[in-house]
């Protein structure tokens, strides 16, 4: 993930794009956030309702490279246990049984009408 995530525009491109996987059967996600500026309590939330709704369909939703910003409004907000937080993508993967993450990048604002996973 890429910019900041802290707009309601945003949270609701994450969602489509978490419904979108989880609909084509990618239920294991690993959110790199090493280019994400920060996140406010809003976004937050909005990441606390996809990791819910990947779990519910037998998956997971593990952070990547979380910034010591974001890994303080985590610990804050008491939400950093509810996540699986990885310091490198092998343990990531590692962590997700050997299944291939699905890499993900939000566009420009000007193109968040066509979210796709990042080849």
């Not at 779990?55 to 303080?72: E, K, S, T």
Request: positive net charge.
């Amino acid at each position: 993930m890429r910019g900041q995530l802290r707009e309601e525009e945003t949270a609701d491109c994450l969602h489509a794009l978490i419904r979108r996987l989880i609909r084509a059967g990618q239920t294991r996600v690993i959110l790199n956030m090493r280019h994400l500026g920060t996140i406010d309590l809003a976004a937050l939330s909005a990441l606390l309702v996809d990791l819910l709704r990947v779990r519910q369909n037998g998956g997971d939703l593990g952070l990547l490279y979380v910034q010591p910003a974001n890994m303080d409004l985590l610990v804050r907000s008491q939400t950093n246990t509810a996540f699986r937080i990885f310091a490198s993508l092998g343990e990531a993967v590692q962590a997700f049984c050997g299944t291939s993450p699905v890499k993900l990048a939000l566009p420009p604002r000007d193109q968040r009408a066509s979210v796709e996973p990042a080849a």
